[in-house]
């Protein structure tokens, strides 16, 4: 399985960006599907997930800014950010369970500063 993410780049704060996660096998038949990120000298942080059964979970420090969605037509994941802070600043990893198996994308920076 290959995911392809992408929509990363430089917001000020406040500002708003939307990644999308592009993956090479349905994402119906996904277990689940979700984004991670990872800080400068920091270790990688779940930040949300959806579900096989469209259930949305999110990380506590992006709950009510940050929306997971998927659109099974065209296989991909977004990852919708509003209010972004500069702590939100990262590379962003989409990650895919299949079949209890998880998969990677490879990352796409997101830096918020003014």
């Known amino acids: 399985v290959q995911l392809q993410a992408s929509g990363g780049g430089l917001v000020q704060p406040g500002g708003s960006l939307r990644l999308s996660c592009a993956s090479s096998?349905?994402?119906?038949?996904?277990?689940?599907m979700g984004w991670y990120r990872q800080a400068p000298d920091n270790q990688r942080e779940w930040v949300a997930e959806?579900?096989?059964?469209?259930?949305?979970n999110y990380a506590d420090s992006v709950k009510g800014r940050f929306t997971i969605s998927r659109d099974i037509a065209k296989n991909t994941v977004y990852l919708q950010m509003n209010s972004l802070k500069p702590e939100d600043t990262a590379v962003y990893y989409c990650?895919?369970?299949?079949?209890?198996?998880?998969?990677w994308g490879q990352g796409t920076l997101v830096t918020v500063s003014s």
């Open positions: 096998k349905s994402i119906f038949s996904a277990n689940s």
């Open positions: 959806i579900t096989s059964g469209n259930s949305r």
């Open positions: 990650n895919s369970i299949y079949e209890h198996q998880m998969y």
